[in-house]
């Protein structure tokens, strides 16, 4: 496996700005994805970072409210912008490691007052 | 595209018994079935994973087997402790897209 770090590991946000998670990763990856999960719910997929090129988004998720950068193979970073309480949520991070498995950042809490 | 049906939503075991969870996927090109256990505020963890090519695999006291003419595979689990009790995902991967998770289901293990 791999050795993923998340920043911050949580934060309270007034509604309106924007936060950015970083993702860091011991080793060069190809692959980095960011997810959404709700209290209580299952992962879903925001978007895959692709070193060098623009994420690619999922239906639903789109670049001016999720922007993400790739500037390396160990390094991402998600950014919410014009938060909502609709947003509260936990944001993890995850990576493949091959082209089947795939491992998770410890998540971002992220409550928007 | 794929979708993953995943029962029960919640399971109730007394320790010791065995428990298992049942997941269905629509896709036929989906080749990579991994399971994942979250425990209460922390990150999913892969526990175990299977690929189309094989019917079963084992670790310990987990199992997982795949019926790719059904398109269903489930986790088995053996003499559950408590230390067991998370929600488990499934998860289905077409060839090289991206993961599809099930929804999930809360294990409860009674001591």
């Known amino acids: 496996s791999a050795v993923i770090s998340q920043k911050p590991s949580r934060d309270i946000c007034q509604r309106g700005t924007s936060l950015t998670i970083q993702c860091q990763v011991d080793?060069?990856?190809?692959?980095m994805f960011w997810y959404r999960q709700q209290p209580g719910q299952s992962l879903t997929l925001i978007a895959t970072a692709n070193q060098g090129s623009e994420a690619t988004y999922e239906s639903g998720f789109v670049i001016d409210k999720f922007p993400i950068s790739r500037p390396n193979l160990t390094f991402s970073t998600l950014t919410v912008s014009n938060m909502s309480p609709e947003d509260s949520s936990i944001y993890l991070c995850?990576?493949?490691?091959?082209?089947?498995?795939?491992?998770f950042g410890p998540g971002t809490r992220l409550t928007v007052t | 595209g794929e979708n993953v049906e995943q029962h029960p939503s919640t399971l109730s075991v007394q320790e010791g018994d065995s428990a298992v969870i049942k997941c269905t996927y629509s896709?036929?090109?989906?080749?990579?079935f991994p399971w994942y256990k979250q425990e209460l505020g922390k990150r999913p963890q892969l526990i175990i994973d299977i690929r189309s090519n094989v019917g079963e695999k084992k670790d310990q006291r987990i199992a997982v087997t795949l019926n790719k003419t059904a398109k269903h595979f489930s986790l088995h689990i053996t003499e559950t402790q408590p230390e067991d009790s998370a929600v488990y995902f499934c998860?289905?991967?077409?060839?090289?897209?991206?993961?599809?998770f099930g929804t999930g289901t809360r294990l409860l293990v009674s001591p």
């Open positions: 080793s060069q990856v190809t692959m």
């Open positions: 995850s990576v493949a490691l091959s082209s089947y498995e795939q491992y």
């Open positions: 998860a289905a991967k077409p060839g090289f897209q991206k993961l599809v």
């Open positions: 896709d036929s090109a989906s080749n990579y």
